[in-house]
Protein backbone atom coordinates (compact mmCIF):
# COMPACT_ATOMS: atom_id res chain seq x y z
CA UNK A 1 0.00 0.00 0.00
CA UNK A 2 2.82 2.41 0.69
CA UNK A 3 4.24 2.19 -3.23
CA UNK A 4 0.48 3.58 -4.01
CA UNK A 5 0.46 5.83 -0.95
CA UNK A 6 3.46 7.49 -0.30
CA UNK A 7 3.81 11.22 -1.93
CA UNK A 8 5.14 10.59 -5.18
CA UNK A 9 8.21 13.02 -5.72
CA UNK A 10 10.62 10.74 -7.44
CA UNK A 11 10.48 10.29 -11.28
CA UNK A 12 12.60 7.26 -11.44
CA UNK A 13 10.38 5.40 -9.17
CA UNK A 14 11.54 2.07 -7.61
CA UNK A 15 9.13 0.26 -9.31
CA UNK A 16 10.59 1.79 -12.89
CA UNK A 17 14.42 1.06 -11.50
CA UNK A 18 13.44 -2.86 -10.58
CA UNK A 19 11.70 -2.77 -13.89
CA UNK A 20 15.12 -1.90 -16.03
CA UNK A 21 16.94 -3.91 -13.52
CA UNK A 22 15.35 -6.32 -15.38
CA UNK A 23 16.04 -6.13 -18.28
CA UNK A 24 12.96 -4.21 -19.22
CA UNK A 25 12.21 -1.06 -21.43
CA UNK A 26 10.53 2.01 -21.34
CA UNK A 27 8.43 4.70 -23.57
CA UNK A 28 7.70 7.72 -22.04
CA UNK A 29 4.56 9.53 -23.23
CA UNK A 30 2.52 12.46 -22.22
CA UNK A 31 -1.11 12.86 -23.88
CA UNK A 32 -3.38 10.94 -22.92
CA UNK A 33 -4.68 9.99 -26.42
CA UNK A 34 -1.50 7.31 -26.60
CA UNK A 35 -2.83 4.17 -26.50
CA UNK A 36 -0.94 2.62 -23.59
CA UNK A 37 -2.73 -0.41 -24.33
CA UNK A 38 -0.14 -0.67 -27.42
CA UNK A 39 2.85 -0.36 -25.15
CA UNK A 40 2.12 -2.91 -22.78
CA UNK A 41 1.13 -5.46 -25.98
CA UNK A 42 4.53 -5.21 -26.87
CA UNK A 43 5.93 -6.31 -23.26
CA UNK A 44 7.09 -2.58 -22.83
CA UNK A 45 6.40 -0.23 -19.41
CA UNK A 46 4.23 2.38 -20.75
CA UNK A 47 5.79 6.00 -18.38
CA UNK A 48 3.28 8.89 -18.42
CA UNK A 49 5.85 12.33 -18.06
CA UNK A 50 5.71 14.07 -15.44
CA UNK A 51 7.42 17.23 -13.95
CA UNK A 52 5.61 16.83 -9.90
CA UNK A 53 5.64 20.32 -10.10
CA UNK A 54 9.23 20.70 -10.26
CA UNK A 55 10.11 24.05 -10.36
CA UNK A 56 13.34 24.09 -12.23
CA UNK A 57 13.08 25.15 -15.89
CA UNK A 58 16.96 26.41 -16.70
CA UNK A 59 17.61 23.94 -19.48
CA UNK A 60 14.24 23.67 -21.17
CA UNK A 61 14.44 27.62 -21.20
CA UNK A 62 17.51 27.26 -23.22
CA UNK A 63 15.42 25.45 -25.53
CA UNK A 64 11.57 26.89 -25.26
CA UNK A 65 10.45 30.61 -24.75
CA UNK A 66 9.40 31.71 -21.33
CA UNK A 67 5.68 31.83 -22.98
CA UNK A 68 5.43 28.46 -22.98
CA UNK A 69 3.77 26.20 -20.51
CA UNK A 70 5.98 25.80 -17.98
CA UNK A 71 4.41 22.27 -17.14
CA UNK A 72 6.32 21.33 -20.40
CA UNK A 73 9.53 23.55 -19.75
CA UNK A 74 9.55 21.73 -16.35
CA UNK A 75 9.73 18.19 -18.31
CA UNK A 76 11.92 19.38 -20.81
CA UNK A 77 14.45 20.04 -18.45
CA UNK A 78 13.95 17.05 -16.56
CA UNK A 79 15.14 15.47 -20.15
CA UNK A 80 17.96 17.30 -20.19
CA UNK A 81 19.36 16.67 -16.53
CA UNK A 82 19.64 13.36 -17.18
CA UNK A 83 16.47 12.50 -14.96
CA UNK A 84 14.94 10.91 -17.88
CA UNK A 85 17.67 8.78 -18.93
CA UNK A 86 16.20 5.62 -18.14
CA UNK A 87 13.71 5.94 -20.87
CA UNK A 88 14.35 4.23 -23.93
CA UNK A 89 12.46 6.51 -26.49
CA UNK A 90 9.52 9.18 -26.31
CA UNK A 91 6.37 8.98 -28.44
CA UNK A 92 5.03 11.88 -29.06
CA UNK A 93 1.59 13.29 -29.91
CA UNK A 94 -0.16 16.87 -31.13
CA UNK A 95 -1.50 17.45 -27.94
CA UNK A 96 -0.86 20.98 -28.59
CA UNK A 97 2.34 23.62 -30.10
CA UNK A 98 3.78 23.85 -26.52
CA UNK A 99 3.68 19.74 -25.63
CA UNK A 100 5.24 19.29 -29.46
CA UNK A 101 7.82 21.49 -28.59
CA UNK A 102 8.83 19.82 -25.41
CA UNK A 103 8.89 16.30 -27.41
CA UNK A 104 10.91 17.69 -30.39
CA UNK A 105 13.37 19.67 -28.71
CA UNK A 106 13.66 16.77 -26.29
CA UNK A 107 14.79 14.71 -28.92
CA UNK A 108 17.01 17.05 -30.84
CA UNK A 109 19.36 17.47 -27.44
CA UNK A 110 19.11 13.69 -26.46
CA UNK A 111 18.44 11.64 -29.67
CA UNK A 112 16.59 8.45 -28.67
CA UNK A 113 17.51 5.68 -30.53
CA UNK A 114 12.89 5.49 -30.58
CA UNK A 115 10.78 7.82 -31.41
CA UNK A 116 7.41 8.27 -32.99
CA UNK A 117 4.87 10.95 -33.90
CA UNK A 118 1.60 9.72 -33.18
CA UNK A 119 -0.95 11.92 -34.97
CA UNK A 120 -4.11 12.27 -33.11
CA UNK A 121 -6.91 13.76 -35.13
CA UNK A 122 -8.98 17.14 -33.85
CA UNK A 123 -12.60 15.57 -35.02
CA UNK A 124 -14.77 12.84 -34.24
CA UNK A 125 -15.82 12.03 -37.70
CA UNK A 126 -15.46 8.57 -39.28
CA UNK A 127 -13.04 9.78 -41.77
CA UNK A 128 -10.86 11.00 -38.89
CA UNK A 129 -11.60 7.34 -37.19
CA UNK A 130 -10.19 5.84 -40.06
CA UNK A 131 -6.91 7.73 -40.22
CA UNK A 132 -6.85 7.42 -36.40
CA UNK A 133 -6.83 3.43 -36.59
CA UNK A 134 -3.98 3.41 -39.93
CA UNK A 135 -2.30 5.68 -37.49
CA UNK A 136 -2.38 3.48 -34.62
CA UNK A 137 -1.52 0.36 -37.02
CA UNK A 138 1.90 2.64 -37.68
CA UNK A 139 2.66 2.93 -34.04
CA UNK A 140 2.72 -1.20 -34.01
CA UNK A 141 4.44 -1.18 -36.72
CA UNK A 142 7.48 0.94 -35.47
CA UNK A 143 7.22 -0.70 -31.95
CA UNK A 144 7.57 -4.17 -33.46
CA UNK A 145 10.65 -3.14 -35.89
CA UNK A 146 12.69 -1.30 -33.66
CA UNK A 147 12.09 -3.35 -30.51
CA UNK A 148 12.37 -6.75 -32.15
CA UNK A 149 8.50 -8.08 -30.75
CA UNK A 150 5.19 -9.46 -32.01
CA UNK A 151 1.92 -7.31 -30.92
CA UNK A 152 -0.43 -9.91 -31.93
CA UNK A 153 -4.40 -9.40 -32.10
CA UNK A 154 -4.20 -11.70 -29.06
CA UNK A 155 -2.01 -9.51 -26.94
CA UNK A 156 -3.90 -6.27 -28.00
CA UNK A 157 -6.85 -7.54 -26.68
CA UNK A 158 -5.93 -9.05 -23.15
CA UNK A 159 -3.88 -5.70 -22.54
CA UNK A 160 -7.25 -3.90 -23.42
CA UNK A 161 -8.90 -6.10 -20.45
CA UNK A 162 -6.43 -5.53 -17.73
CA UNK A 163 -6.64 -1.49 -18.37
CA UNK A 164 -10.15 -1.47 -19.07
CA UNK A 165 -10.27 -3.34 -15.18
CA UNK A 166 -7.70 -0.22 -13.99
CA UNK A 167 -10.17 2.28 -15.23
CA UNK A 168 -13.16 0.20 -13.93
CA UNK A 169 -10.95 0.05 -10.41
CA UNK A 170 -10.65 3.96 -10.45
CA UNK A 171 -14.00 4.37 -11.24
CA UNK A 172 -14.56 2.51 -8.03
CA UNK A 173 -12.03 4.69 -6.27
CA UNK A 174 -13.55 8.21 -7.40
CA UNK A 175 -16.69 6.84 -6.39
CA UNK A 176 -15.48 6.62 -2.40
CA UNK A 177 -14.27 10.56 -3.11
CA UNK A 178 -17.68 11.47 -4.68
CA UNK A 179 -20.04 9.97 -1.87
CA UNK A 180 -21.66 12.07 0.99
CA UNK A 181 -19.14 10.45 3.25
CA UNK A 182 -15.68 10.94 0.86
CA UNK A 183 -13.17 8.30 2.40
CA UNK A 184 -10.23 9.77 -0.07
CA UNK A 185 -8.73 13.34 -0.85
CA UNK A 186 -8.33 15.02 -3.66
CA UNK A 187 -4.43 14.44 -3.03
CA UNK A 188 -4.37 11.24 -1.94
CA UNK A 189 -6.31 10.50 -5.90
CA UNK A 190 -3.91 12.62 -7.54
CA UNK A 191 -1.16 10.43 -5.83
CA UNK A 192 -2.76 6.89 -7.09
CA UNK A 193 -3.37 8.29 -10.50
CA UNK A 194 0.12 9.44 -11.07
CA UNK A 195 1.36 5.89 -9.35
CA UNK A 196 -0.69 4.16 -11.22
CA UNK A 197 0.68 5.82 -14.81
CA UNK A 198 4.20 4.61 -13.99
CA UNK A 199 3.32 1.12 -13.85
CA UNK A 200 2.21 -2.04 -15.82
CA UNK A 201 -1.27 -2.67 -15.78
CA UNK A 202 -1.42 -6.05 -14.10
CA UNK A 203 1.01 -4.59 -11.42
CA UNK A 204 -1.26 -1.44 -10.58
CA UNK A 205 -4.99 -3.03 -10.79
CA UNK A 206 -3.31 -5.44 -7.67
CA UNK A 207 -2.41 -2.30 -5.49
CA UNK A 208 -5.60 -0.44 -6.78
CA UNK A 209 -8.11 -2.97 -6.00
CA UNK A 210 -6.28 -4.01 -2.56
CA UNK A 211 -6.41 0.21 -1.64
CA UNK A 212 -10.62 0.54 -3.31
CA UNK A 213 -11.03 -2.13 -0.14
CA UNK A 214 -8.91 -0.77 2.76
CA UNK A 215 -10.38 2.53 2.30
CA UNK A 216 -14.33 1.31 1.32
CA UNK A 217 -13.43 0.55 4.89
CA UNK A 218 -12.12 3.50 6.33
CA UNK A 219 -12.80 6.52 8.36
CA UNK A 220 -14.90 9.48 6.16
CA UNK A 221 -13.90 13.01 5.35
CA UNK A 222 -16.13 15.37 6.73
CA UNK A 223 -17.06 18.82 7.34
CA UNK A 224 -15.27 21.01 4.48
CA UNK A 225 -15.89 22.57 1.49
CA UNK A 226 -16.95 20.53 -1.98
CA UNK A 227 -15.02 20.90 -4.80
CA UNK A 228 -14.24 20.21 -8.40
CA UNK A 229 -11.00 20.74 -9.76
CA UNK A 230 -10.59 21.43 -13.68
CA UNK A 231 -8.60 22.88 -16.52
CA UNK A 232 -5.04 21.95 -17.80
CA UNK A 233 -2.78 19.15 -17.13
CA UNK A 234 -1.42 19.13 -13.31
CA UNK A 235 0.36 16.49 -11.54
CA UNK A 236 0.96 18.80 -8.96
CA UNK A 237 -0.16 16.69 -6.22
CA UNK A 238 0.65 19.96 -3.42
CA UNK A 239 -1.45 21.70 -5.29
CA UNK A 240 -4.11 19.93 -4.77
CA UNK A 241 -2.93 19.40 -1.18
CA UNK A 242 -2.63 23.56 -0.46
CA UNK A 243 -6.48 23.81 -1.64
CA UNK A 244 -7.82 21.31 0.37
CA UNK A 245 -5.43 22.60 3.73
CA UNK A 246 -7.42 25.59 3.48
CA UNK A 247 -10.62 23.55 4.32
CA UNK A 248 -11.86 22.44 1.17
CA UNK A 249 -12.13 19.05 -0.28
CA UNK A 250 -11.68 18.15 -3.63
CA UNK A 251 -14.38 15.24 -4.37
CA UNK A 252 -13.86 15.00 -8.23
CA UNK A 253 -12.02 16.29 -11.02
CA UNK A 254 -12.12 16.98 -14.85
CA UNK A 255 -8.33 16.66 -15.46
CA UNK A 256 -5.90 14.86 -17.83
CA UNK A 257 -4.21 13.62 -14.91
CA UNK A 258 -7.67 12.80 -13.49
CA UNK A 259 -11.29 11.68 -14.53
CA UNK A 260 -11.04 12.60 -18.24
CA UNK A 261 -8.29 9.43 -18.61
CA UNK A 262 -10.89 7.30 -17.07
CA UNK A 263 -14.49 7.79 -18.04
CA UNK A 264 -16.08 6.58 -21.45
CA UNK A 265 -13.19 4.63 -22.18
CA UNK A 266 -14.66 1.76 -24.14
CA UNK A 267 -14.57 1.65 -27.87
CA UNK A 268 -16.85 -1.38 -29.57
CA UNK A 269 -15.05 -2.96 -31.79
CA UNK A 270 -13.00 -5.84 -29.52
CA UNK A 271 -12.56 -8.32 -32.81
CA UNK A 272 -10.75 -5.36 -34.49
CA UNK A 273 -8.57 -4.07 -31.46
CA UNK A 274 -6.79 -1.08 -33.20
CA UNK A 275 -10.29 -0.21 -34.16
CA UNK A 276 -11.21 -0.36 -30.94
CA UNK A 277 -8.43 1.83 -29.69
CA UNK A 278 -9.13 3.98 -31.94
CA UNK A 279 -12.61 4.20 -30.84
CA UNK A 280 -11.68 4.63 -26.97
CA UNK A 281 -8.86 7.11 -27.28
CA UNK A 282 -10.34 9.37 -30.08
CA UNK A 283 -13.73 8.84 -29.19
CA UNK A 284 -13.15 9.74 -25.40
CA UNK A 285 -10.61 12.66 -25.79
CA UNK A 286 -12.19 15.31 -22.91
CA UNK A 287 -9.63 18.33 -24.42
CA UNK A 288 -10.18 21.38 -25.68
CA UNK A 289 -7.57 20.51 -28.81
CA UNK A 290 -11.12 18.66 -29.87
CA UNK A 291 -12.65 21.81 -31.78
CA UNK A 292 -15.89 20.54 -32.21
CA UNK A 293 -16.71 18.83 -28.67
CA UNK A 294 -17.44 21.54 -26.44
CA UNK A 295 -20.77 20.64 -25.54
CA UNK A 296 -19.77 17.31 -24.85
CA UNK A 297 -17.21 18.75 -22.69
CA UNK A 298 -18.82 20.94 -20.61
CA UNK A 299 -21.47 18.29 -19.82
CA UNK A 300 -18.62 15.67 -18.49
CA UNK A 301 -18.25 18.69 -15.93
CA UNK A 302 -21.63 19.62 -15.08
CA UNK A 303 -22.40 15.47 -14.57
CA UNK A 304 -19.40 15.03 -12.65
CA UNK A 305 -19.90 17.99 -10.73
CA UNK A 306 -23.76 16.98 -9.86
CA UNK A 307 -22.49 13.13 -9.32
CA UNK A 308 -20.44 14.41 -6.25
CA UNK A 309 -22.65 17.05 -5.01
CA UNK A 310 -20.34 19.69 -5.24
CA UNK A 311 -20.22 23.54 -3.61
CA UNK A 312 -18.24 24.94 -6.24
CA UNK A 313 -15.32 25.24 -9.04
CA UNK A 314 -11.75 25.59 -9.36
CA UNK A 315 -10.56 26.09 -12.86
CA UNK A 316 -6.89 26.25 -12.72
CA UNK A 317 -4.28 26.37 -16.33
CA UNK A 318 -1.06 26.65 -16.30
CA UNK A 319 0.04 30.85 -17.73
CA UNK A 320 0.16 30.74 -21.05
CA UNK A 321 -2.07 27.61 -21.84
CA UNK A 322 -4.15 28.93 -24.32
CA UNK A 323 -6.91 25.89 -24.93
CA UNK A 324 -7.44 25.89 -21.24
CA UNK A 325 -7.53 29.36 -20.56
CA UNK A 326 -9.46 30.25 -23.81
CA UNK A 327 -11.77 27.62 -22.63
CA UNK A 328 -12.48 28.67 -19.20
CA UNK A 329 -14.26 31.60 -19.91
CA UNK A 330 -16.88 29.48 -21.38
CA UNK A 331 -16.58 26.87 -18.62
CA UNK A 332 -17.43 29.35 -15.94
CA UNK A 333 -20.30 31.01 -17.58
CA UNK A 334 -21.70 27.48 -17.78
CA UNK A 335 -21.10 26.15 -14.52
CA UNK A 336 -22.49 29.86 -12.84
CA UNK A 337 -25.16 29.35 -15.19
CA UNK A 338 -25.81 25.43 -13.49
CA UNK A 339 -25.83 27.06 -10.15
CA UNK A 340 -21.99 26.45 -9.09
CA UNK A 341 -19.79 28.95 -8.03
CA UNK A 342 -16.51 29.29 -10.19
CA UNK A 343 -12.82 30.59 -8.90
CA UNK A 344 -10.46 30.92 -12.15
CA UNK A 345 -7.10 30.51 -10.95
CA UNK A 346 -4.14 31.26 -13.58
CA UNK A 347 -0.98 29.84 -12.51
CA UNK A 348 2.56 29.86 -13.22
CA UNK A 349 3.34 25.54 -12.70
CA UNK A 350 5.53 24.49 -9.72
CA UNK A 351 6.79 28.16 -8.87
CA UNK A 352 6.74 28.55 -4.83
CA UNK A 353 6.14 32.64 -5.68
CA UNK A 354 2.59 31.64 -6.44
CA UNK A 355 1.91 30.00 -3.49
CA UNK A 356 0.91 32.75 -1.08
CA UNK A 357 -1.69 34.09 -4.20
CA UNK A 358 -3.10 31.14 -4.42
CA UNK A 359 -3.79 30.46 -0.69
CA UNK A 360 -5.47 34.21 -0.94
CA UNK A 361 -7.58 33.57 -3.84
CA UNK A 362 -8.82 30.20 -2.61
CA UNK A 363 -9.55 31.12 1.10
CA UNK A 364 -11.65 34.16 -0.44
CA UNK A 365 -13.81 31.73 -2.73
CA UNK A 366 -14.36 29.48 0.50
CA UNK A 367 -15.87 32.94 2.21
CA UNK A 368 -17.66 33.44 -1.06
CA UNK A 369 -19.07 30.48 -1.83
CA UNK A 370 -21.91 29.98 1.12
CA UNK A 371 -22.11 30.04 4.33
CA UNK A 372 -22.24 26.52 4.43
CA UNK A 373 -19.59 25.74 2.75
CA UNK A 374 -17.58 28.34 4.94
CA UNK A 375 -18.91 26.60 8.25
CA UNK A 376 -17.52 23.15 6.95
CA UNK A 377 -14.14 24.93 6.32
CA UNK A 378 -14.01 26.92 9.44
CA UNK A 379 -14.33 23.11 11.53
CA UNK A 380 -10.95 21.73 9.84
CA UNK A 381 -8.95 24.72 9.96
Same mark, same amino acid.
Given at each position: ??????????????????????????????????????????????????????????????????????????????????????????????????????????????????????????????????????????? @? !?? %??????? /????? *??? +??? =????????????????????????????????????????????????????????????????? @? !?? %??????? /????? *??? +??? =???????????????????????????????????????????????????????????????????????????????????????????????????????????????????????????????????????
Amino acid at each position: MEELQRKPSDVHTDYVRRWKEGGGKVLGYACTATPVEMIEAAGILPYRIKAFGHPETELGDSYLARFNCRFCRSCLHLGLDGTYDFLDGLIETNGCDHLRGMFENWQYARKYDFFHYLKVPHFVRRDSLEYFTEELSLL @R !LA %LEEHFGV /EITDD *ALR +EAI =GTMNQVQAGLRELYALREGGEPRLSGAEALQVICTGSSMRAADFLSLLDRLVEERSRGPAIGGRA @R !LI %LLGSATD /EVDLV *AEI +EDQ =GALVVTDALCYGSRSIWGREGENVEEPLLYLAEKYLGNLFCPRMFTEYERRRDFVLERARQAGVDGAIITYNKFCDLHGVESVSLRHDLEKNGIPVLVLEKDYGSPADAGRIRTRVQAFLERIGSGAVERAEAVR
